[in-house]
């Protein structure tokens, strides 16, 4: 018989660790805590990289289907021209998109349990035992923790975190009266915080911000943003549902991704790329890696035989969330940010490198330096 799989958390970490180990035909239970239709705080922005997760995972068409796809990001930074990048990038609400995932996950054989709210791990050498908040309890061989930015539990099991990663950003929903059909973003001067305004299905805009840097205000940012900027594109929409805030986790983590029998991903180990707030398609493929090498593992699940899981995702993805933390650094200098806005504004080639760049089909260094810039001459 073949290990039992729990997974804790059903965003796209969790249902994507999921769908890898049911559809190996491996027994695996997802809790999440939230019902089906449980939100999640986002900008439902689908980036490429997520797509052609999704696209692996059989699940493109469904997504593509529910969304709307636009075809461009228009980025300002400070009072700077419009950068116009052409990029595929679907919209969807996160209420539909992981119940889209969460479904799959069923149509292998998994199990997903709702309103199961994980308070208790423990880990022995005779296997893994979680409680849930209404104490029914739960034995598995191999624990999976994709609780994102929350990460209460991996902390109980002795994972530390350093609060040195953690962003904060904030959303709500307006009705989209002038049919904006592109992403728009906007970058402060700082580059530490972003505005957003994306179209959604139903109508609606996804207007957000996101703070990476010291800590500011992020309601009085938020305020400020949707008082000028966004009341504009909206043609004076009001907010259809309270703005609310989340943390982000970014930049990938420095600590231990496996201990004995558990594996953490997704927003657990800081999946979220700097620079641009996204998440979702790193989120999945951490989830695919820690399917992938708990069905090459066996019996005893050690930390030794997990590692492979560490290793992997440092390998993959090391280098990106490295290049982007440079890049808005980079981004800061005023040189560095005159030079970018300059050429992005002028060269097509230096746009079409950007498109690459946001998509995670080419590092960030590639245009977010000297030399890169020289490059894209
Ligand atoms: C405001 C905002 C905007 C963003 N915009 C974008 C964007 O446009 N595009 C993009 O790519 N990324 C975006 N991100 C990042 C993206 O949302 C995350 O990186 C991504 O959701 C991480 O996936 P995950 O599966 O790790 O965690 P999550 O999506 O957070 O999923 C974790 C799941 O675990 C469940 N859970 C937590 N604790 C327990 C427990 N104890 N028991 C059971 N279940 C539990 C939660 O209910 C949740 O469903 C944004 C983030 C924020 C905050």
Known sequence: MGPKVLIVGGGPAGSACGITTARAGLETI???????????????????????????????????????EVQKIVTYIGNSKPIVVEIPVINLQRSVFDKLMRDKVRSFGGKLLYNSNISSVKISSGGVLIEDSNQNSYKGDVLVLSTGARVHLARK???????????????????????????????SKDMDSFGWILPCPGNVLNVGLGSLGPKN????????????????????????????????????????YVSDRVLIAGENIDCVWDLLGVGIGNAIETGIVAGDVIIKSKFP???EQLSTYENVIKKRMGKTHKGFSSARNFLK????????????????????????IMGGDLQPDNLFSLRGLLKNL
């Open 30 to 68: 997802v809790f999440e805590k939230g019902g089906p239709d449980r939100d999640k705080v986002c900008g439902d922005g689908i980036l490429p990289k997520a797509q052609k997760y999704l696209d692996s995972l059989n699940l493109y068409e469904k997504v593509k289907k529910r969304g709307i």
């Open 157 to 187: 099991l002795g994972f530390s975190f350093s609060k040195e990663n953690v962003g904060v950003a904030m959303r709500g929903y307006m009705s989209n009266n002038l049919r904006l059909d592109h992403c728009l973003v906007y970058f």
């Open 217 to 256: 205000s992020l309601k009085n940012l938020f305020e400020t943003f949707a008082q000028n900027t966004v009341k504009e594109i909206s043609g004076n929409s009001e907010f259809i549902s309270k703005p609310e805030g989340y943390p982000l986790r970014i930049g990938l983590r420095k600590g231990d």
């Open 301 to 303: 699940y050690s930390k």
């Open 333 to 356: 200098s005023s040189l560095g940010r005159y030079l970018f806005i300059k050429l992005s504004t002028s060269s097509v080639r230096a746009r079409k490198s950007l498109a690459k």
